[in-house]
């Protein structure tokens, strides 16, 4: 299964939720992955955090290829350009910076894949939309100004996409506040993919809480 640069976007805009993972397991980091493409988000963020992360994407996406084509990985917490090339390398589908990186811009522009930057300013975005990104990451999403540094932007800026990571929680009044701003999406972590639900295997509860959190998101839109 392909997934082009306007099909990820498009997933990751329906489902409304993007699953920020990371584990030094690949069997633990398979079944959470496919947890949450049960629960309704087939599009999960997978992150690069510390030694070999990279080989053990690798060997994520390679099974994930393989078993589940409909889901779609991508690599968060890259910050150089270099890094960005192995992971698009080993099949990465959208990369994510917790900053503004032109040159991971211009390497995923070269190779049709979404690049979603971390911006905290108004500048910043301007910045991302001349480099071609249609969904900027708000980052830190709760300190850079919440939900109403969001709606102020989309006042003089209306084409705006942004998905905040930090700061929405998966209950249903974050979610309407949040997505009320006007929000595309939002990157959500351990407190959606929870460490004590990780360290009991319980991969049921994980896919429970991410389509509950898909519910209400799409509750939310229907009522705005």
Known sequence: MHHDRLTVLTALETQGVAPVFYHSDPDVCLNVIRACARGGAPVVEFTNRGDFACDLFGDIARELQKTDPHIILGIGSVVDAGTAALFLNRGARFVVSPCLVP???RVCNRRMT????????????????ELG????????????GGADFVKAVMGPMPWTKIMP?????PDEASIAK????????????SK?????????????????NIRQVVEA??????RL
């Open 103 to 105: 040159e991971v811009a």
């Open 114 to 129: 979404a690049y979603f930057p971390g911006c905290g300013s108004v500048t910043e975005i301007g910045q991302a939309h």
């Open 133 to 144: 990104c249609e969904i900027v990451k708000l980052f830190p999403g709760a300190s850079v």
């Open 165 to 169: 990571t930090g700061g929405v929680d």
């Open 178 to 189: 949040w997505f009320g701003s006007g929000i595309v999406a939002a990157g959500m972590g």
């Open 192 to 208: 959606l993919v929870t460490d004590a639900a990780v360290a009991a295997g319980d991969w049921a509860g994980i896919e429970a």
């Open 217 to 222: 998101i799409g509750a939310v839109r229907n």
